[in-house]
């Protein structure tokens, strides 16, 4: 019984700090989604370079990946800027077949480009202040004080985003834009630099995703892939174009790829190996998929039936 | 036979379309007489079962409009099919390829119903989603080999005809030859079938298509099967040619990225264009990579080139390479 | 016998009732007008009787049948054709093509499609334009193909939205005239929406206004436009104070 209620927290808890870090990689996405409907594939890479941004600052300067995510957010805002003017702008005039292709262009382009600079092999970081130490939560709960720290700071980049979306004057204009492109330029607002700063504000916010996920994740130039995936589930499960959709969704998806292992918990607690299957581990992925599948199929507004 | 007649009937393209066309015609059948490299045959053969993908894909993604991100799970059911039913019961190639496209059929009627409830990007990203989960369950399926896929056992004799098992290489180019006219005939009957053009007339206002009697959700979903027997076809012949067969080469999302960027390429919801993308793509693929990888020893810059071509394409010819084409007609004819 | 019969037809959108208690009868081989400012729910109820919108009110018979919540593919079969106030092509389809897939309807045949669409094409003076794409088309010669690709269903009631939005006055002479053939040559009742006042006056045998979402008046042409109510949704509460004699004179408004 013990056995199980412990493995169960560790789970939970591992699938709530690692759902944080999805809510904010999955925020980026619907930023730029809630503005331009458009789908962007290079997402996860745009993580990916935050990933490196983070592992640089970390081993040239020999600091934590957590100080890297001011850095990562820089990165990854002009990454954002310069993908709209170099790309994304002209796709826009082309119908949706171009968007998907275009940024599939872009994904390639940009892993690529990591490949060809940082190498094929996972790296991840080994020095640094808190890299190392852990926090017992309770007995037998030993949680990564990096973990943690990781997952409050994803609190932290989600508060200062929803308070630029929410709150200030360029937020407001954003989400003018996002409803009615066309009044939108009546009223004033420049709605073309509006789209870049999207772009901008999701790429800074999936680059603070991609320092932060350092933590929990090694980087490698193929990494992207997955968390285009696993961002879109999140960004379909909250509602497309839905902030706070995005931070619960998140935690959902994070606890959903924590499956297999609840599932080992609960093995445990009935009796053995029995039930024990290695083979659900193969599938945590398949949760989420899946998920995004059911969803849309049968809730397409999300799981909380929140207006986009 | 009015079905034959049409499906022969070329007569809407211009003359210079045929006459390129017999001329490549020509050259695809003579091609293994003349001197090549085996690497120029690979490239040649992959060049063939890429544009049958291209052409399966065009029938949904092309024609129907519909952007299908999916498709390697079928090359993989295709390809699986074949390979187990060799290797577990030892039945020839002949007799697994229909029993393969008939299971992948199935499957695209499983997951089509509930997939085209969705469109536009949302459809895209579910067969990518539905493509990926079918590959997890490959890859832990012990009976099907696993993560490490299957190894197809060489036979006594060769050339074996029935089990398409050769050591020269031309035997599998003209295997998949035949399938390439094949495909091409019939994608000429498709595209001007009552079916056809109706999805032509969805992908063009799908309201009013509906209007006008058609059930566009049963279409898709007839297209999208057309399009998966093609692809399984395929991927039959895959696990013959190849002998190695992994759910990571038959079924990765990037094989299903590639068959629509072929067509996309080349210029989808046309009868070229995904012959035309093939032509493209493929062998500046093979080449780069093996130029910048093997030579130079510059990992990634052979795709770093690709990429930015297929970034400019969607950027400035949505329409693709046919569409650059028609356009310079147009405006000649103007 | 009435072709198409509607019964307290009811549509809501979330807290909008784009229509409520709407009631008529179109018998075979009419032709009736469907009239109202902007806004009153016209779009909405030819939506709700092609099958687009589910009606969450009331029901719709068609042909005798019970067709309250049918999919417009079904009642397209059942033989109802309708038109687009918007039509938005990708360009595709050329024209006869165009045609040729409402032929389809009725033929699993290419050749016989091709030959009845060419037939209906040149009935309705339209062959030159046969190899033209649907995009780029001139207003006029669009409006035309699009009822030429509905009328290749063999429907037996057409429901026209706004065919002569846009037109010049030649170009509406000419609407008249192949809407009134359609009408009298191939004997297919017609349900207008039209705001063009001249095709409606000239062609309506009844006209059905309707405002806020419901019936408001119902007449010949003539009576309709003497009808305070009508002048009243159409021209405002202040314009009938103020000449409330136009009325009672019975002078036409519109």
Known sequence: ?????????????????????????????????????????????????????????????????????????????????????????????????????????????????????????????????????????????????????????????????????????????????????????????????????????????????????????????????????????????????????????????????????????????????????????????????????LIMVFRPRGLFGWKH | MEALRQAFDFSDFPRTDLCVAVAVAVFLFVFPALPHSSFAMATMIQFLMFSVYGMGWNTIGGYGGQVDLGKAQYVGIGAYTTAVMQIRWDLPFWVSLPIGMSLAVGWSFIIGYPLFRLRGHYFAIATIATSLILKDVFESWSFIGGARGLKIPLRAEMPDFWFLQFREDYYYYYVILAFFFVGLIYLNWFRQSRIGMQLRCIKDNEEMARSLGIDSHWAKIKAYAVATAFVAAVGSFHACYNFNIEPEDVMSLDLSVLIALMAMLGGAGSLWGPIIGAAILVPMKNYLGAWFGAKAGLIGLDLIIYSTIIMAIAAFEPRGIWGIVTRIRQSRSD | MALLKVQDLGMRFGGLMANWGVSFEIASGEMVGLIGPNGAGKSTLFNCIAGLYNPTHGRIHFLDQDVTGRKPYEMARMGLARTFQVYVASGDLTVLENVMVGCFLKTRSRRLAKERAGELLSSMRLSHLSDRNMANLPVAAQKRVVMATALATEPKLLLLDEVAAGLNSTEIDEMIGLIRWVNTEMGISVILIEHVMELVMNLSQRVLVLDSGTLIAEGEPEEIVRKPEVIKAYLGERYLNEHSDASSKGEPVA
């Not at chain 1, 056995?3 to 996405?29: E, R, S, W, Y």
């Not at chain 1, 996860?44 to 941004?53: D, K, N, S």
């Not at chain 1, 934590?64 to 702008?89: E, K, T």
Request: charged residues 10%.
């Open chain 1, 1 to 293: 019984m013990d056995a199980f209620l412990l493995q169960m927290a560790k789970a939970i808890t591992a699938g709530l700090l690692m759902g944080l870090v999805f809510g904010l990689v999955a925020l980026g996405l619907t930023i730029i989604f809630g503005v331009m409907d458009i789908v962007n594939f290079a997402h996860g890479e745009f993580l990916m370079i935050g990933m490196y941004a983070g592992l640089l600052t970390a081993t040239v300067f020999g600091l934590d990946p957590l100080f890297g995510l001011p850095v990562a957010a820089v990165v990854g805002f002009a990454l954002g800027i310069a993908c709209y003017y170099g790309l994304v702008r002209f796709l826009l005039r082309g119908p949706m077949v171009a968007q998907l292709f275009g940024t599939f262009g872009l994904m390639l382009f940009l892993r690529n480009v990591a490949l060809l600079i940082m190498g094929a092999d996972p790296q991840s970081v080994h020095s640094g202040l808190l890299v190392g130490k852990s926090f017992v939560l309770g007995p037998g709960i030993v949680i990564e004080v990096t973990k943690l720290a990781a997952g409050g700071l994803s609190l932290l980049a989600f508060g200062f985003m929803w308070w630029v979306m929410k709150r200030t004057k360029i937020g407001k204009a954003l989400t003018a834009t996002a409803l009615d492109a066309q009044a939108a330029r009546y009223m004033g607002i420049p709605t073309e630099r509006m789209n870049s700063l999207a772009w901008g504000l999701g790429g800074a916010t999936v680059g603070m995703a991609g320092a932060l996920l350092l933590n929990f994740w090694p980087v490698e130039p193929n990494v992207g892939l997955l968390f285009t995936m696993i961002a879109f589930a999140t960004v379909a499960l909250g509602g497309f174009g839905s902030i706070s959709g995005a931070a619960v969704a998140g935690l959902i998806v994070g606890l959903l790829i924590n499956i297999p292992s609840m599932w080992d918990a609960f093995s445990m607690l009935i009796g053995g190996d029995r039930l024990q299957v290695g083979l659900l581990h193969q599938f945590k992925y398949s949760f989420v998929y899946a998920a995004y599948f």
